[in-house]
């Protein structure tokens, strides 16, 4: 597993927590060089 999948499922997890009721898309740019990550609702 790479960092950035790595960083994915930790703000999957912790928006699943913090946010029980709620559904978010996480997706993640740029895996190699400087990675971002955006989460919204669909």
Same mark, same amino acid.
């Not at 499922?9 to 400087?34: A, H, R, T």
């Given at each position: ?7 994915? &499922?930790?703000? $999957?997890c912790?928006?699943? &927590?913090? =946010? +029980?009721?709620?559904?978010f898309? *996480?997706e993640?740019?740029?895996? =190699? /060089? $400087? +990675?971002? *990550?955006? /989460? =919204?609702q +669909?």
């Amino acid at each position: 597993m790479n960092i950035a999948n790595l960083i994915k &499922n930790n703000w $999957e997890c912790y928006l699943s &927590n913090k =946010y +029980p009721n709620m559904k978010f898309n *996480v997706e993640i740019y740029g895996e =190699y /060089f $400087e +990675p971002w *990550v955006t /989460f =919204y609702q +669909p």
